[in-house]
């Protein structure tokens, strides 16, 4: 399966997004095999920063660095590809300022929760940063259900259980950007909770 084969936004209705800046995964994969997905924020301005770029794009650099400071001896997100990781973002287009508009998160939220549905077997949804969260939170209220992640600050509420769909949620800090190597707190807060995660499929 070819994962921008099967979900893709048509009519493109956000306006405060770089549609330019639209991607979701061309990356070809057994969706049976994937047991955890990581949701980060929005897609990168420079579509060779993205997890799947060739080389050693930025959102590869410090999610690769993000396993290894929890514990992983990886190098590439081909490594974490084959322990049945998969990564995506909650808004396909890229930020044209620092934040999202909740309508935007809202619009989007409809495309993430069909690309979730790809994926059959997943244990583990990892949520990285306030953008997820809210995406996730979108698709439970929408399906009729409360919120999966209550609000709070992120430090507050992380090591709580959290379920959506039988699937265990993990709220965390975005590990895919050039902030990553500079908020060194939240860092080391990413690495635990990917190790929490981690025990799950390992």
């Given at each position: 399966?070819?994962?921008?084969?099967?979900?893709?936004?048509?009519?493109?209705?956000?306006?405060?997004?770089?549609?330019?800046?639209?991607?979701?995964?061309?990356?070809?994969?057994?969706?049976?095999?994937?047991?955890?997905?990581?949701?980060?924020?929005?897609?990168?301005?420079?579509?060779?920063?993205?997890?799947?770029?060739?080389?050693?794009?930025?959102?590869?650099?410090?999610?690769?660095?993000?396993?290894?400071?929890?514990?992983?001896?990886?190098?590439?997100?081909?490594?974490?590809i084959d322990m049945s990781i998969y990564?995506?973002?909650?808004?396909?287009?890229?930020?044209?300022?620092?934040?999202?508009?909740?309508?935007?998160?809202?619009?989007c939220s409809i495309i993430l929760e069909?690309?979730?549905?790809?994926?059959?077997?997943?244990?583990?949804?990892?949520?990285?940063?306030?953008?997820?969260?809210?995406?996730?939170?979108?698709?439970?209220?929408?399906?009729?259900?409360?919120?999966?992640?209550?609000?709070?600050?992120?430090?507050?509420?992380?090591?709580?259980?959290?379920?959506?769909?039988?699937?265990?949620?993990?709220?965390?800090?975005?590990?895919?950007?050039?902030?990553?190597?500079?908020?060194?707190?939240?860092?080391r807060m990413i690495a635990e909770d990917?190790?929490?995660?981690?025990?799950?499929?390992?």
């Amino acid at each position: 399966m070819r994962v921008n084969d099967c979900v893709k936004c048509v009519n493109f209705p956000c306006g405060d997004v770089k549609h330019e800046c639209y991607l979701v995964p061309d990356i070809h994969l057994r969706p049976e095999l994937v047991l955890m997905i990581v949701i980060s924020e929005a897609a990168p301005a420079c579509a060779s920063d993205y997890y799947y770029a060739q080389g050693n794009p930025l959102f590869q650099q410090t999610t690769v660095q993000a396993f290894k400071d929890a514990g992983k001896e990886v190098s590439s997100i081909q490594d974490l590809i084959d322990m049945s990781i998969y990564f995506t973002t909650a808004v396909k287009c890229g930020k044209t300022g620092y934040g999202v508009k909740a309508s935007t998160v809202e619009e989007c939220s409809i495309i993430l929760e069909k690309e979730l549905a790809l994926f059959p077997n997943t244990k583990v949804l990892m949520l990285m940063g306030d953008v997820a969260i809210k995406a996730i939170n979108s698709i439970a209220k929408r399906n009729g259900g409360s919120r999966v992640i209550p609000s709070g600050a992120t430090y507050k509420i992380r090591k709580q259980q959290y379920m959506f769909q039988d699937k265990r949620v993990f709220p965390s800090y975005l590990q895919a950007g050039p902030s990553f190597f500079i908020e060194k707190s939240k860092r080391r807060m990413i690495a635990e909770d990917i190790a929490s995660a981690l025990t799950l499929i390992c």
